[in-house]
T-cell receptor
């Protein structure tokens, strides 16, 4: 079955540590996205990539970094510079300009 | 800049009752409009979308939405709610944006409405 895999589902880290969230898709989509979700705030775009080896900052990129070395993979690193990293992180890939296929998400808790 | 407002944070309905979730948007032109649903701890699933044409659009799971340009609204409706409809619902506006010299489809999401269904 085609889809998006995000791992792990739950992630715990100590304050000051960098952490990398995995996102893999087998849908053959060119574009991929990372969103952050906080209660009552909807989804906010962190980074997006329309093609391999290229990515752009979204609305809240500070404290995050990404890479896009393969079409299937778009990992997100939450660095120690991110002031409030505890959140639910959603990866998506795109079919067409506005179509978004979402993964199941990773809940990150920083202790 | 575009924005989306979902005025109701939480709505409770009885199973079998009708449902309407409100969505208002702010954008200078006619945007592309979407409704997504999210079950607890899961990703989002597209319910329906409006690009142009008929202002009443049908989606999956028996949902429909009506685009009203004069009211800048795109409300989601269902005539009879099932217990399995309990979830969080997000309205989104899509526009074509430019960044880094290229254009892409940007989605701006509302804050979400949590739907609780009583038996």
């Amino acid at each position: 079955d085609g889809g998006i895999t995000q791992s792990p589902k739950y992630l715990f880290r100590k304050e000051g540590q960098n952490v990398t969230l995995s996102c893999e898709q087998n849908l053959n989509h060119d574009a991929m996205y990372w969103y952050r979700q906080d209660p009552g705030q909807g989804l906010r775009l962190i980074y997006y990539s329309q093609i391999v080896n290229d990515f752009q900052k979204g609305d809240i990129a500070e404290g995050y970094s990404v890479s896009r070395e393969k079409k299937e993979s778009f990992p997100l690193t939450v660095t120690s510079a991110q002031k409030n990293p505890t959140a639910f992180y959603l990866c998506a890939s795109s079919f067409g300009v506005f179509g978004r296929f979402f993964g199941p998400g990773t809940r990150l808790t920083v202790l | 800049a575009q924005s989306v407002t979902q005025p109701d944070i939480h709505i409770t309905v009885s199973e079998g009752a009708s449902l309407e979730l409100r969505c208002n948007y702010s954008y200078g032109a006619t945007p592309y409009l979407f409704w997504y649903v999210q079950s607890p701890g899961q990703g989002l699933q597209l319910l329906l979308k409006y690009f142009s044409g008929d202002t009443l659009v049908q989606g999956i799971k028996g949902f429909e939405a009506e685009f009203k340009r004069s009211q800048s609204s795109f409300n989601l409706r269902k005539p009879s709610v099932h217990w399995s409809d309990a979830a969080e619902y997000f309205c989104a506006v899509g526009i074509t944006a430019n960044a880094g010299g290229t254009s892409y489809g940007k989605l701006t999401f509302g804050q979400g409405t949590i739907l609780t269904v009583h038996p």
